[in-house]
């Protein structure tokens, strides 16, 4: 079965991460809703996907070097402002399921935390930093987690599985038969980021009919 995610909430209607992308994102019938994690100087949980603001804000900030409230301070491109993880948290609510990806290590206690004020909201863990992901595991084992990589098609599935995690999620330029037909023998969900071409869809879709694709463009390729 063909599951779509919207990229860091609706990325190419609306700028990535911000309220507005999440909103874009809950308007579609979604299978859910990713974005970005990262902890501030005074370990607070932020939703952005860079090290810095400079992207997306009118203003460069590094985000290890800033607490939450000077990076509240700045106005995104959109004029809005950078969103907590509660908000964000609290702005999707039980709509649809939420794939959480981990950009920083040290997130894993706030986590827990901020998690345990929503126990009902489906969530799933996703990152690069695989001591990070064990760090949450042990932490929270009852929460579904992917282990994710850029550059490794066949490493990721035997990372995975010896992480005891639930499934990978790996960039599209790397998805090929053999770790499609790996994973699913290791009874792991596939995902593939970011997605965005009909072509390319009907493409991966067609090779691989038990995926997950995550796309910055949601509105091609549901039915609203």
Sequence with gaps: MIK????????????????????AALKLPLDGIEFDVRRTKDGKLIVLHDW??????????????????????????????IMTLEETLGL???????VLDIKDFGVSEELQRTLQEYPKLRITI????YNELQSIHYLMPALPFLA????????????ARQMHA???????????PITYHMAKR????VGV???????????????????TIYTDHPERFVRK
């Design 166 to 176: 639930t499934g990978i999620s790996i960039n599209k330029w790397l998805i090929n």
């Design 4 to 23: 779509i995610i919207g990229h860091r909430g609706a990325a190419g209607i609306e700028l990535e991460n911000s309220a507005s992308s999440i909103k």
């Design 52 to 81: 810095h603001t400079g992207r997306v804000a009118t203003e460069k900030r590094f985000v290890v070097e800033s607490t939450l409230a000077e990076l509240q301070t700045l106005k995104l491109k959109n004029g809005q402002h």
């Design 148 to 159: 994710q990589s850029h550059v490794s098609p066949t490493d990721v599935v035997y990372r």
């Design 126 to 129: 996703t990152s690069r930093k």
């Design 186 to 189: 290791f009874k792991l969900e």
């Design 92 to 98: 999707i609510g039980t709509s649809m399921p939420i």
């Design 193 to 211: 980021y970011t997605v965005n071409s009909p072509l390319l869809m009907r493409l991966i879709t067609r090779l691989y009919p038990d995926i």
